[in-house]
């Protein structure tokens, strides 16, 4: 049998209570004293001081007439057995509060550009006011992509929109979303008081498509009314549509929460849709391994308390 089988015989062998016998021993000098304070018999006291003589091949506590006397191989355990210990505790203690003040904590966070824009200004304020110690790294990742990355724990929280959420995470509401129009303010059609459907069917348009596509829920809402629009361009993102329409004859259908925050910005024009378009949900996404995270409870207060400043 070679070393290595020794020493997991041996390991097998101890187990967390005869290390604290073996620390309250050393400590105490006393097996009363340690019975008492372990509240275990003496006998127990007895046979895990049996144990842990045979495991590390010493007799570890001498006899005298005040009590038990360690001895210099035991002296030399007691810091290594007692950082075992508090190592092992650290793990099973389970944190009940979170200290935003003296927090040094860094946050990954995930959404597209309507979350960025909506959500993470305020938030910003939030954190630097209340947590000033803590940072907070965001991360373009939407639907399954951003589902993977909090599966293996490379993110904290994801906010968008979600469908099919599997049985592993925890959604949270944190607003509805409808869609308007927006074209630049001097547009031909810009000083219209609302945009027609016809009119709205014979513009350019430009999709925002997180995969590079060339349809969306507009197109969706059309195809219900056997109507279809004219897309000539798709970017991933609603700031860049928002800012191509800013220096074109372009239109963009973009969330209304976006528009009306960075439309004035931007000089652009905003009309209702003039279709039915479907709501969506932005929602609050964590794994289940983190809904006893406190920290985490007191960030996704603080995304619910932004979105509504």
Partial sequence: MNKIDIDQIKLRRLDFSMLMIFRDLVRLQKTTAVAAQLRLSQSAISHALARLREVFADPLFMRRPNGLEPTFRAMELLPKVETILRMAQEA???????????????????????????????????????????????????????????????????????????????????????????????????????????????????????????????????????????????????????????????????????????????????FEAPVKIDAFTISLVRHARSLADPGLDWLAGKIMQAEQG
């Avoid at 909090?150 to 994801?158: E, G, K, T, Y």
């Avoid at 109507?227 to 860049?240: D, E, G, I, N």
Wanted: net charge positive; charged share 20%; aromatic share 8%.
């Fill in 92 to 270: 099973l203690d389970v944190p009940t509060q979170f200290d935003p003040t003296s927090s040094t904590r860094s946050f990954r966070l995930a959404g597209n550009d309507l979350v960025g824009g909506v959500i993470t200004p305020p938030l910003l304020g939030l954190l630097r006011r209340e947590a000033p110690g803590c940072r907070v790294a965001f991360q373009f990742a939407v639907g399954v992509e951003s589902l993977n990355a909090l599966r293996s724990n490379d993110l904290d929280l994801a906010i968008g929109r979600i469908w099919n959420l599997p049985d592993d995470f925890q959604a949270t509401p944190v607003f509805e979303e409808s869609f308007v129009v927006v074209v630049r303010k001097h547009h031909p059609l810009a000083r219209a008081g609302k945009l027609g459907l016809e009119a709205y069917l014979a513009l350019d348009h430009i999709l925002v498509s997180f995969r590079g596509g060339y349809w969306g829920m507009v197109d969706q809402a059309l195809k219900r009314r056997r109507l279809k629009r004219r897309v000539v361009a798709s970017v991933p993102m609603f700031m860049t549509a928002m800012t191509a329409v800013a220096q074109s004859d372009l239109a963009a259908t973009v969330p209304a929460r976006l528009a009306a925050k960075y439309a004035p910005q931007l000089g652009l024009k905003v």
